[in-house]
């Protein structure tokens, strides 16, 4: 990336990335702005410009990425882009194939870019359960992309446990400390590890009774736990450490965000500590459950 190459006009500071204004209510905006682009010579055919287009929503601050687009600057000989329209393909990479294809990857790989891996995996994690679960304990609306990015973090941390990677654990502890950023995770980690180990308690109670009515047999079909699941929940609390860190550093940094009003969460039971404390009381008492279940 060109650093401090753009510039929006006469006496305007040189900036590397230019923001757009936003078209409220526009499905077929339009800009007409002139932007100067200085790129050295000897860097200039292989330059491109790169446009990136999100949703922005009046009520999150978060915008929703849409997609993005490259403009060579030069053409197929070399010579400058002329001047009038040029179509742009749109690109939209599939966020979620690419999650299933990384836990596919060497662990090896993967520690090396930990703080990247992780910044995206909570930024993923965080859209998908602030816009599923209304409540702390709203379980029944994780959606199976909630679910499945729980998955990935905790087959990632079960990686950082194992012997080879130790030194990779120190990584991790600063980067909960220092990096960490983001404040409305806590929740839907909690919701997601109590639904685990409450599918691992009704399987064992279903188990145990041998008398089921047909009526909450058929009801309580879908809690039926398969192997697959009793071993995640396995690795899920042999890295419950690391998932309670996080959480504890999320409440943090979203209890501050509120303080200055840099937050805007719609649902306000979320900012009482009374009931975060309840919470966590709440999943130790389950997990205590589940560890006297016979």
Same mark, same amino acid.
């Given at each position: 990336?060109?650093?401090?190459?753009?510039?929006?006009?006469?006496?305007?500071?040189?900036?590397?990335?230019?923001?757009?204004?936003?078209?409220?209510?526009?499905?077929?905006?339009?800009?007409?702005?002139?932007?100067?682009?200085?790129?050295?010579?000897?860097?200039?055919?292989?330059?491109?410009?790169?446009?990136?287009?999100?949703?922005?929503?009046?009520?999150?601050?978060?915008?929703?990425?849409?997609?993005?687009?490259?403009?060579?600057?030069?053409?197929?000989?070399?010579?400058?882009?002329?001047?009038?329209?040029?179509?742009?393909?749109?690109?939209?990479?599939?966020?979620?194939?690419?999650?299933?294809?990384?836990?596919?990857?060497?662990?090896?790989?993967?520690?090396?870019?930990?703080?990247?891996?992780?910044?995206?995996?909570?930024?993923?994690?965080?859209?998908?359960?602030? &816009? $599923?679960?209304? @409540?702390?304990? =709203? *379980?029944?609306?994780? %959606?199976?992309? /909630?679910?499945?990015?729980? #998955?990935? +973090?905790?087959?990632?941390?079960?990686?950082?446990?194992?012997?080879?990677?130790?030194?990779?654990?120190?990584?991790?502890?600063?980067?909960?400390?220092?990096?960490?950023?983001?404040?409305?995770?806590?929740?839907?980690?909690?919701?997601?590890?109590?639904?685990?180990?409450?599918?691992?308690?009704?399987?064992?109670?279903?188990? &145990? $009774?041998?008398? @089921?009515?047909? =009526? *909450?047999?058929?009801? %309580?079909?879908? /809690?039926?736990?398969?192997? #697959?699941? +009793?071993?995640?929940?396995?690795?899920?609390?042999?890295?419950?450490?690391?998932?309670?860190?996080?959480?504890?550093?999320?409440?943090?940094?979203?209890?501050?965000?509120?303080?200055?009003?840099?937050?805007?969460?719609?649902?306000?039971?979320?900012?009482?500590?009374?009931?975060?404390?309840?919470?966590?009381?709440?999943?130790?008492?389950?997990?205590?459950?589940?560890?006297? *279940?016979?």
């Amino acid at each position: 990336m060109q650093e401090r190459a753009i510039c929006s006009g006469i006496n305007a500071d040189p900036v590397t990335i230019y923001r757009s204004h936003i078209q409220y209510h526009q499905n077929s905006p339009k800009w007409f702005e002139h932007l100067k682009v200085n790129v050295p010579l000897e860097q200039f055919e292989m330059a491109h410009l790169r446009f990136t287009f999100c949703h922005c929503s009046s009520k999150e601050r978060e915008r929703k990425f849409l997609g993005f687009s490259f403009l060579p600057l030069a053409d197929k000989n070399g010579a400058c882009l002329s001047d009038g329209e040029h179509e742009l393909y749109i690109y939209k990479y599939q966020v979620f194939d690419s999650l299933q294809r990384l836990g596919r990857v060497p662990g090896e790989e993967m520690v090396k870019f930990l703080e990247d891996i992780l910044d995206a995996l909570f930024a993923l994690f965080t859209m998908t359960t602030v &816009n $599923n679960v209304t @409540t702390i304990t =709203d *379980s029944n609306n994780l %959606s199976p992309r /909630t679910l499945s990015i729980f #998955r990935v +973090l905790i087959d990632f941390f079960k990686t950082l446990n194992d012997p080879k990677f130790v030194s990779y654990r120190s990584a991790l502890e600063k980067y909960i400390e220092k990096q960490f950023s983001a404040p409305l995770v806590y929740y839907g980690l909690i919701t997601c590890v109590r639904r685990y180990v409450e599918m691992v308690i009704v399987s064992i109670q279903q188990t &145990n $009774n041998e008398r @089921t009515s047909i =009526d *909450s047999s058929s009801s %309580s079909s879908s /809690t039926i736990v398969t192997k #697959r699941d +009793l071993e995640f929940i396995l690795r899920c609390l042999s890295v419950l450490d690391w998932i309670l860190k996080i959480i504890v550093q999320s409440r943090i940094l979203y209890t501050r965000a509120s303080i200055a009003g840099n937050l805007i969460v719609e649902n306000s039971n979320l900012q009482n500590d009374d009931e975060f404390k309840m919470e966590l009381l709440l999943l130790f008492e389950t997990i205590q459950r589940l560890l006297h *279940s016979e």
